[in-house]
């Protein structure tokens, strides 16, 4: 079995999550949503997985991107929260899809990559 010092050697980026929050105006009524940094600081690792080819034109293509983000099985991340992953001097805006799969020592969580270009 895998102990938790040989996966978290393993981690070679750091993660902060945010998730939106709602802001209530004078009269009760929602007056905007924001988002805030619920975590931050945490250990992981990106894999990234490109889809399709770059398109040919003036200036950078957009490419898709989507991924696992592989976290400690203590962290709380929910589904629709934005993540920010540096890793190995690149940073990754990123979005998660979906329930995280956990398991004893760490969590999967699928992720698919913001406005950014590959």
């Given at each position: 079995m895998?102990s938790?010092?040989?996966?978290m050697?393993?981690?070679?980026g750091?993660?902060?999550?945010?998730?939106?929050?709602?802001?209530?105006?004078?009269f009760?009524?929602?007056?905007?949503?924001?988002?805030?940094?619920?975590?931050g600081?945490l250990p992981?690792?990106?894999?990234?997985?490109?889809?399709?080819?770059?398109?040919t034109?003036d200036?950078?293509?957009a490419v898709e991107?989507?991924?696992?983000?592989f976290?400690?099985a203590?962290?709380v991340?929910?589904?629709?929260?934005r993540l920010?992953?540096?890793q190995?001097?690149?940073?990754?805006?990123?979005?998660?899809?979906?329930?995280?799969?956990?398991y004893a020592?760490?969590q999967e969580?699928?992720?698919a990559?913001?406005d950014?270009?590959?």
């Amino acid at each position: 079995m895998v102990s938790l010092d040989t996966l978290m050697a393993l981690y070679d980026g750091r993660c902060t999550v945010w998730e939106r929050e709602n802001v209530t105006g004078d009269f009760g009524c929602l007056s905007e949503c924001r988002m805030i940094a619920v975590a931050g600081d945490l250990p992981c690792h990106l894999t990234l997985n490109v889809a399709g080819a770059a398109e040919t034109g003036d200036g950078p293509s957009a490419v898709e991107a989507a991924g696992k983000l592989f976290l400690a099985a203590d962290c709380v991340i929910k589904p629709g929260s934005r993540l920010e992953v540096m890793q190995r001097g690149h940073r990754y805006r990123l979005e998660c899809s979906g329930e995280p799969k956990v398991y004893a020592l760490h969590q999967e969580i699928a992720v698919a990559m913001l406005d950014e270009l590959a």
